[in-house]
């Protein structure tokens, strides 16, 4: 129960608010008892100030008979709730509340005020809290007795328990309430993710094709579910390329196997000449040589994957490179009588791999021959841009329609399907370059116009990046 997120957020707000809460109670409290208890004393104060100038000394004996004006200042002091009496230099009681007779003298106050100090003390009377003013009266440094003003507390003591008790009530009501919402909104909140762990566990590796599909809000639960099925999307073409991939290389392989045991089988049937068995042979040979280049591709593809091609960069000539390449492409560009152009920035230093970058070059050279027609024009150029070097081998071959266009690099992608793996290449040679050049930190392009020609770009950089 507390392993899930709601409880656990619910809980940690309802912890939290409930601390809130429980300080801002506290604080309102105690300001509040403080602020009531200031009052009640500077109340006495003012009250037992004014009530000593109205005691009257007379023959060493104080009263608050002054003449005809008698005892109406202390009365109506009294009228207000307040006790109000007269203590002498002994502590005898001379003038009280008939209410308060009782209550006796505290010795102490009475010693504060024979030093000529008031003092403020609170008392238990009956059971009752009582806050006390006591003021000395004296005249020419003769201490007479003390006048003694009181409030009782129970007022102050009644708002106070009244707020305490609305507090008590309110506090817990509070997070009660928030411990209710707080959960509700957090498995509302929360509900598609469980949404999702199920719809998640209902897919499996043989059926990727499967989306969660959730229509949620774009807030992070739902982008997470959008996350979540363009992973399972990229999955499962992942998973479809290597299906097919393995599929194609398994025909390509048990193509030849075919042709070669069919081969054997025909040649077996009689005796045949010294002559035959040679040309049966060399045919069966010239098989064998293909699938052992079949096989090295695709372990190169399978090694560049794994990105564990070795690649040694290092600086090389770019016109070198080139004289390199049309050097040894010169005879088959010559028995198609196509003119191999070359376009080199002679002083051009590129960061590469010799061997890897030769490949990539006499590839697309080869392609280019092969698909343009006697009498056309393949050039090879390369220049800079930028921080790169730019190789382009373009002609003036067939061209590749638009709709072929973007699948050139797959693996096994051959325009002309009806080529056999006899005659043509298996579809593999512009994965293989797209590979190395990756591998040497490049990328490769095609641009091209059906009837007019193609052109590959191979974008290098001009020195080591890290
Ligand atoms: P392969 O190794 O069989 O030659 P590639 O990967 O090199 O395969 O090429 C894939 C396809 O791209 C080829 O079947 C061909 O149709 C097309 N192609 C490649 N280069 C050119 C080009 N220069 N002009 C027209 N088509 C091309």
Not at 33 to 50: G, K, P, T, Y
Not at 337 to 360: F, G, Q, R, Y
């Amino acid at each position: 129960m507390f392993k899930t997120i709601r409880v656990q957020l619910t809980l940690w707000y309802v912890a939290l608010l409930a601390l809130i809460l429980v300080a801002f109670s506290a604080a309102l409290y105690f300001t509040l008892a403080r602020s009531l208890n200031q009052q009640v004393d500077s109340n006495l104060r003012v009250n037992a100030e004014q009530l000593v100038g109205a005691a009257n000394i007379e023959q060493g004996q104080i009263s608050f008979q002054n003449g005809e004006s008698d005892t109406s200042d202390a009365a109506n002091v009294r009228a207000r709730g307040y006790l109000v009496r007269l203590v002498d230099a002994n502590g005898l009681v001379l003038d009280t509340n008939a209410r308060f007779a009782d209550l006796s003298v505290d010795a102490r106050a009475l010693e504060a005020a024979r030093r000529g100090q008031s003092s403020l003390d609170t008392v238990t009377f009956n059971g009752q809290s009582l806050r006390m003013y006591t003021a000395p009266i004296a005249e020419n440094a003769q201490f007479y007795g003390a006048l003694q003003v009181a409030q009782p507390l129970d007022e102050v003591e009644n708002t106070l328990r009244a707020l305490l008790l609305l507090l008590a009530a309110i506090v817990p009501l509070t997070v009660a309430f928030a411990l209710v919402l707080g959960y509700w909104f957090a498995r509302r909140a929360l509900a598609p993710i469980d949404q999702m762990t199920r719809a998640a566990q209902r897919i499996s590796a043989e059926d990727l094709s499967r989306r969660l599909n959730l229509n949620l809000p774009d807030d992070e639960v739902g982008r997470l579910a959008r996350t979540f099925d363009g992973m399972l999307a990229r999955l499962d073409a992942a998973f479809r390329r290597e299906r097919e991939f393995t599929a194609n290389a398994s025909h390509e392989v048990r193509t030849p196997l075919t042709l070669m045991r069919g081969e054997i089988d025909v040649t077996l049937q009689r005796k045949r000449s010294i002559a035959e068995y040679e040309r049966v042979l060399r045919d069966l040979g010239n098989e064998v040589d293909r699938l052992t280049e079949l096989a090295n591709d695709l372990l190169l593809l399978a090694r560049a994957d794994a990105k564990r091609l070795p690649v040694q960069c290092e600086k090389l000539n770019a016109a070198r490179l080139v004289q390199g390449v049309t050097d040894e492409m010169q005879t088959i560009a010559n028995a198609k009588a196509i003119a191999l152009v070359t376009k080199v920035d002679e002083s051009l230093v590129v960061w590469a791999d010799e061997d890897k970058l030769l490949h990539v070059l006499l590839n697309l050279l080869d392609n280019a021959i092969k698909f343009t027609p006697k009498g056309g024009q393949v050039t090879l150029s390369v220049f800079q841009d930028g921080s790169n070097a730019v190789f382009t081998v373009s002609d003036t071959g067939v061209g590749i329609t638009a709709e072929h266009l973007p699948h050139i690099f797959e693996r096994f992608y051959r325009v002309d399907e009806s080529r056999s793996s006899r005659t043509g290449g298996a579809g593999l040679g512009l994965a293989i370059a797209q590979s190395l050049v990756a591998a040497q930190g490049g990328t490769i392009n095609v641009e091209s116009a059906v009837g007019q020609g193609t052109r590959f770009s191979v974008r290098l950089p001009l020195s080591k990046t890290e």
